[in-house]
Structures are given as C-alpha cells and as structure tokens.
C-alpha cells in the first residue's frame, strides 16, 4: 500500500516539473512568435527617419535622448506595451510609459 502511494506521489512530482518546466522564448523580433513578439499596426508606413531600420534599433535612444524628437511622437504609431516594451524590459532599459 505505501508503496502505491508513493510512486502516485513520484508520478505526480514528474508531471508538474514538466508543467512547470522553463520553456524556450523567442527573443523580440518584429512580427516574431511568442508572447514577446514585437507588434507594429501593418497598416502604417515607417517614417523616412526608421531607415536603414537595423540603425534605427540601436541609436532612436540617442535621437530621443538628444530631443530631436519627443516619445509622444513615436505614440502616435507606436503602442507602449507590444511596439517598445516587450523588447525594453528584455534588454533591461527603462519602460515607456505613455
Ligand atoms: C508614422 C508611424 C511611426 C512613427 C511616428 C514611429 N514609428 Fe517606429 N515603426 C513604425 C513602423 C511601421 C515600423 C516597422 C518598420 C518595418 O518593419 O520596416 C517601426 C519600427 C520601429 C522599431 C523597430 C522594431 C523592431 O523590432 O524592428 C523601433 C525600435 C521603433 N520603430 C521605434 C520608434 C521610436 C523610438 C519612435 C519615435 C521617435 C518611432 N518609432 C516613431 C512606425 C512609426
Ligand atoms: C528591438 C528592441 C527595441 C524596441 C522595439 C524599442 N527599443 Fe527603445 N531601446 C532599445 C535599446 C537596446 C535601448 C538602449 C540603447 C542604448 O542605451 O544605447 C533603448 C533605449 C531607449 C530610450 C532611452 C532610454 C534611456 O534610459 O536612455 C528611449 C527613450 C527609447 N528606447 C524609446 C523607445 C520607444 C518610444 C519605443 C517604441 C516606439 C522603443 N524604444 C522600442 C531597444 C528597443
């Protein structure tokens, strides 16, 4: 009998260390899978000051920070939570707040 017992309570220490298991998330790219997938509406175009857009991930906190523009502009296509935040708390830098 307490055998029974104890592998239902091994079975069951399997099966939620499977459920809990850690599991691989795609880091955030545009348009990417997953929950931090980075999410631009498709119906907009990307200003003249995006391109080349490889240049624009790196330096847009120079050009803000600099205050060429102000975050409020980018809000305007841009929703905080799925176009900035995902990728942000990812790479520890500060979250936009509207
Ligand atoms: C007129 C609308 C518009 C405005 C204003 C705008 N964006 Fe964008 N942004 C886009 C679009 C559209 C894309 C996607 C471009 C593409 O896929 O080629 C994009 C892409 C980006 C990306 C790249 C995302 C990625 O993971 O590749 C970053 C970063 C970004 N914008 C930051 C900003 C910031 C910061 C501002 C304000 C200074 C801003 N944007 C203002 C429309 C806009
Ligand atoms: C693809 C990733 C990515 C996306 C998307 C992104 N950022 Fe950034 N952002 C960064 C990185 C990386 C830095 C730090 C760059 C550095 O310190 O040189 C940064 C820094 C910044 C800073 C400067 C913060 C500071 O403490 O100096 C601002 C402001 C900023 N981003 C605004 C935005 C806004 C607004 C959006 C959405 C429209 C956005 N970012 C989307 C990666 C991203």
Do not use: F
């Not at 055998?3 to 298991?21: E, M, P």
């Not at 998330?25 to 200003?47: F, H, M, N």
């Amino acid at each position: 009998m307490r055998k029974v017992a104890l592998s239902l309570v091994a079975v069951g220490i399997l099966l939620l260390v499977a459920a809990w298991y850690p599991h691989y998330v795609e880091k955030p790219v545009k348009d990417g899978k997953g929950p931090l997938s980075v999410y631009v509406d498709p119906s907009l175009s990307a200003p003249e000051y995006h391109s080349p857009l490889d240049w624009w991930e790196l330096h847009h906190a120079d050009i803000l920070n600099r205050g060429d523009l102000t975050q409020s502009d980018c809000l305007q296509c841009h929703d905080p939570e799925r176009s900035c935040n995902h990728c942000h708390r990812y790479v520890g830098v500060a979250e936009i707040t509207p």
